[in-house]
């Protein structure tokens, strides 16, 4: 949001979870002050749109409070054997040119509703792309959808129709009350008694209805991030033939949605019957008050007709302002969850380049730095509680390096410090003698590509996954790749080749097909440094062999880290790293380490590093789960 508020502000560093509860606290302002100030928040930007709209209301209002004056002529000179025709006209053209004036402005209040959802939109898609890793550890992505998808839908109906209501509401009422004061201060008094009763009933409502669709926005979020998960391991549940608990499990989250709605309809319905005995109230005791007041002499017939057209003018403005607020109220559980979300913490990917890259030629490596050295790095996930120790090697450019270490010794944690997903606790990563913290995030990544072992491939077409990191490559450079990974093969199968489109996390292809994929688009990059984790997992032997050959033509380009699990790339490997856990790492040749490293050779004459014991090979088929 432009004028201030979260986005603009920047992340708050270090801002948590446990900072957004706190911000949920009981001491936060839910009073309607507040809330209808922050619908005056999210309206920034938009503000010309709302005075324009405000001007047309204004005037449709008067247009509209002249009508029952005009009405009262008609009636009085109709009493008094008059002509009335041209007073019945001006009321038709009164009425006619109100309500084209009415539907511009309503339009332009709409329109900045639609307007104000898309920035909010912008905003968190923007910012949900960018945050700190540590932030997708702690937030499930369905519920992070949600904010961007329902919360949003909520908050634009919030802006764009109680804004019409407040907008149009308080105005034609204030001028309803000064006509009424002019015309019958007692009377007025009358009904703003009934009115006052209605409001108090009101404003003791309006909390209740904001807890319970706060609660209902949270069961939504929760339905999202739940189904999320049962669909992104669907194979687990169906062979597991859990659909039934996972069923009942987005129900309980369903039921919690239905029970805080039914308790916001139970509240809204509560609310209904005080705002209708505003109406009706009013209506009645103008009746009986004015027409006693008729009967009696008191007063004219046109009075009592323009009375009562004023307080329709009052009275049904004031209920749709009630509403209004109530919608406000609802709203502000919607606008806690977005406002939230643009407030958690950004990565700071230093001075930024957006430009996808480019095709170049292999690059050149700079005399005597390595590609990529880590000096004493120490880090943890959680304070207390150190993955990493002590550990410093380096890959020299146009070198294989292989880490090797048993399961959860920090292998996958040691690419995540090199793609800069997180900070080292101390020491320091460097590319080609520079630390990353001087070069920033944006600059480590372009010299980097990166084949884990998700094997990330998205819905779109073969091309699209494979030209992802280079969207302008030459058709020469896709084949070189294609060739390279031994992808042509698939292509020429496929009935559109590269533009058939691959399903929902590639799902269409094998394990072996996705991780082949994987590695053109890394090639295509021609990254400075290639980190591959365990890249001959799900191929076959006849796989295993061209691809231990694409790496080594890869290593003639550039730099290597590549996470092994089976001897034969090990062995392939210029030097060795063998992770310990709780310090620092061995290095050195095969021969090397087998001779003094305990751990590497009980590694290297186990089944974690054992000649073609690997996990599934690709026999073609489609893996399991995507
Ligand atoms: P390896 O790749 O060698 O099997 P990892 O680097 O994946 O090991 O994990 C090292 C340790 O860090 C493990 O104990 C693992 O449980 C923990 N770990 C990995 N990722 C996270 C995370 N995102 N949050 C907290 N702990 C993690």
């Not at 008191?298 to 057209?309: K, P, W």
């Not at 990529?372 to 146009?398: C, E, I, Q």
Request: a neutral charge; glycine letters at 10%; charged letters at 20%.
């Amino acid at each position: 949001m432009s004028d201030g508020t979260a986005a603009d502000a920047g992340p708050a560093p270090g801002t948590t979870v446990a900072d957004d509860a706190a911000r949920e606290s009981p001491g936060e302002d839910r009073s309607t002050r507040a809330a209808v100030a922050t619908l005056y928040r999210l309206t920034a930007g938009h503000r010309s749109a709302v005075a324009v709209a405000v001007m047309l209301t204004l005037a449709g209002s008067a247009l509209g409070l002249a009508q029952p004056l005009v009405a009262r002529q008609a009636v009085d000179a109709s009493g008094r054997g008059e002509v009335v025709w041209p007073l019945l006209a001006l009321l038709g053209a009164l009425f006619l040119v109100e309500a084209a004036i009415g539907s511009a402005g309503r339009f332009l209040l709409e329109r900045m509703g639609e307007g104000v959802v898309r920035r909010l939109r912008m905003d968190l898609v923007g910012r949900l792309l960018r945050l700190e890793m540590r932030e997708y550890d702690r937030h499930r992505s369905g519920d992070l959808i949600s904010r961007v998808t329902t919360d949003t839908t909520l908050l634009r109906e919030v802006v764009s129709q109680a804004l019409v209501d407040l907008v149009t509401g308080s105005l034609v009422a204030a001028g309803a009350l000064v006509l009424m004061a002019w015309l019958d201060p007692l009377l007025l008094l009358l009904v703003a008694l009934t009115v006052a009763v209605a409001t108090a009933v009101v404003s003791s409502l309006l909390q209740g209805i904001r807890r319970a669709s706060e609660r209902m926005q949270d069961s939504v979020g929760a339905v999202a991030a739940d189904l999320e998960r049962a669909l992104g391991a669907l194979p687990m549940v169906r062979v597991h033939r859990a659909e039934d608990r996972e069923t009942a499990r987005i129900g309980a989250r369903v039921e919690e949605a239905y029970e805080a709605g039914v308790r916001t309809a139970k509240l809204a319905s509560v609310m209904s019957p005080a705002v209708e005995l505003a109406v009706q109230g009013s209506f009645l005791v103008v009746l009986v008050v004015g027409g006693l007041r008729v009967g009696g002499q008191a007063g004219s017939l046109g009075d009592l007709v323009a009375f009562l057209l004023y307080a329709s003018y009052l009275v049904l403005p004031l209920s749709s302002v009630f509403h209004a607020v109530s919608l406000v109220q609802r709203g502000m559980g919607a606008h806690r969850r977005v406002d939230q979300a643009l407030r958690l913490p950004v990565e700071h990917t230093g001075p930024s380049d957006a430009r996808p890259r480019r095709a170049r030629p292999a690059p050149s490596a700079p005399a005597g730095r390595p590609a990529l050295a880590l000096h004493d790095v120490r880090f943890g996930y959680d304070p207390g509680r150190p993955v990493l120790s002590g550990v410093s090697f380096a890959v020299p450019h146009r070198r294989q390096v292989a880490l090797v270490g048993p399961s959860g010794a920090g292998k996958s944690t040691v690419f995540a410090l090199v793609a800069g997903f997180y900070e080292p606790d101390a020491g320091a990563v460097q590319f080609d003698g520079r630390p990353a913290a001087e070069l920033g995030r944006d600059a480590c990544r372009r010299r980097i590509a990166m084949v884990d072992q998700n094997t990330h491939v998205v819905h779109g077409t073969l091309r699209e996954n494979i030209t992802y990191a280079v969207p302008e490559a030459p058709e020469a450079e896709i084949r070189r790749v294609l060739s390279l990974t031994r992808l042509e093969e698939l292509v020429d199968r496929l009935p559109c080749g590269l533009d058939t489109v691959v399903g929902e996390r590639g799902n269409t292809l094998s394990g072996g097909e996705r991780q082949r994929v994987a590695l053109a688009r890394a090639l295509l990059a021609r990254p400075a440094l290639l980190l591959l984790d365990e890249p001959t997992a799900h191929l076959d032997a006849i796989n295993e062999a061209a691809l231990t050959t694409v790496m080594k033509d890869v290593a003639q380009e550039c730099a290597l880290l590549v996470i092994a699990h089976r001897l034969s790339t090990v062995r392939h490997a210029d030097h060795i790293v063998v992770l310990h856990p709780g310090r620092g790492p061995a290095c050195g040749s095969h021969e090397q380490l087998l001779a003094r490293d305990p751990l590497y050779r009980e590694l290297a004459t186990s089944q974690m590093l054992r000649p073609g014991d690997g996990p599934p090979a690709d026999h073609g088929g489609r893996r399991a789960n995507g």
